[in-house]
């Protein structure tokens, strides 16, 4: 009486299971990019004669060498600098054809006249640390993400995005190029209503 | 005659191992695809600062990298302890920058030489001074477009 072998397993399918694998890790894992936030430098050419600009549109911001802040001339703690640039970006204090219909500020007179206006001046010291800088920069840019946002959702309830996801979308090299041409006026408008003016000064020197 | 045959059937049969190189190839392919290459050795201490407003960089092919920071462990004996520059592979000084900005400029595809970006990838701990002396470089070079490169993170993370 022989004893039956046991048959041998069939492995001819093992190729096509991990065939299947293979393909699905490669459709789902992204390639680590990096992130960051950009910037745009001014060109060195120097402007002849620079506008004059109103003090009450100017915010001013300077972190010193003990990374400490000092905006418009108070001191502040970096955890209200979004709310205070928001106040300053939304404020809308002008008169007639500085007015600004959409700000829902305070439109005090010592403050911003409009959006368009308003600058953000951000003065550092050489021996502030890159780390505070980066936290300083979010914030400002921040609080223009803010205003954005809600100026993005009050012009397209239909969106069903915020400003920042929509951007985000627009610079997606893989977004089709029907959809960045659908956002792209929509991106436009909203950064025509509070367009970023972050300008630089040169750093102080440390005494 | 029959007395000493041996007995079949007794132990198990060998486990295939045909199915073997594919799942080495697919461990292989996997790999590659998600590693990402790191073109230049790090020689700088280079943790980088938090932030979430953030936006992705562009492609890698018109993205170059400037690292700065402290000189890291074997690096720090001889090029002490103050913050450097990196440059490719090797430490250089603000003056190298517009000179390295141009060279990496004209070794790309012409459509690319206007939308490169500079990625500064600096240490959080590394003093504001040394980013301006790089900015200024930049401007003069005309490399207007810059990213500060930073981690996804609360920004109070920044602070102490």
């Known amino acids: ?207 | 005659m029959s007395k000493f045959k041996k007995k079949k059937g007794g132990e198990l049969p060998a486990i295939s191992t045909a199915s073997l190189p594919d799942i080495v190839f697919m461990l292989l392919f996997f790999f590659m695809v998600a590693t990402v290459m790191r073109d230049s050795t790090l020689m700088v201490q280079n943790s980088l600062p938090a932030a979430d407003q953030i936006q992705k960089l562009d492609k890698k092919d018109r993205v170059m990298y400037i690292y700065a920071g402290k000189p890291s462990g074997r690096y720090s004996d001889k090029y002490g302890s103050q913050a450097r520059i990196q440059l490719n592979d090797k430490f250089a000084d603000v003056g190298d920058v517009a000179a390295f900005v141009l060279a990496e400029r004209a070794s790309k595809r012409q459509e690319l030489q206007n939308v490169l970006t500079t990625a500064l990838k600096v240490d959080g701990e590394t003093n504001m001074g040394l980013i301006t002396d790089i900015k200024q470089e930049l401007r003069k070079v005309n490399a207007l477009k810059i990213n500060y490169t930073t981690r996804v993170g609360d920004y109070t993370q920044n602070i102490n």
Not at chain 1, 17 to 46: H, Q, W, Y
Request: charged share 30%; hydrophobic share 35%; net charge negative.
């Open chain 1, 1 to 207: 009486m022989a004893k039956r072998a046991a048959p041998e397993v069939n492995a001819g399918s093992m190729a096509d299971i991990a065939f299947l694998l293979l393909i699905f890790f490669l459709v789902t894992t992204t390639i680590e990019t990096d992130s960051g936030i950009n910037r745009k430098l001014p060109p060195t050419d120097e402007v002849v004669d620079p506008p004059v600009i109103k003090q009450r549109n100017i915010f001013t911001v300077v972190v010193n060498k003990d990374n400490r802040l000092l905006v418009e001339e108070e001191l502040m703690d970096i955890s209200e600098l979004r709310e205070a640039a928001i106040a300053f970006l939304d404020n809308g204090g002008g008169q007639g054809e500085e007015a600004c219909d959409y700000c829902k500020g305070k439109r005090d007179t010592s403050s911003s006249d409009n959006p368009e206006k308003a600058i953000i001046s951000l003065k550092n010291d050489r021996e502030t640390s890159y780390k505070v800088y980066i936290a300083v920069q979010n914030e400002l840019v921040a609080a223009y993400n803010d205003l954005r946002d809600r100026e993005f959702a009050l012009l397209n309830p239909m969106a069903g995005m915020t400003y920042t996801e929509a951007q985000k979308r627009y610079s997606d090299p893989r977004s089709t190029a029907t959809e960045k041409a659908k956002l792209k006026p929509l991106l436009d408008e909203v950064k025509s209503m509070y367009p970023q003016k972050l300008s630089e000064a040169e750093p102080s020197k440390t005494n």
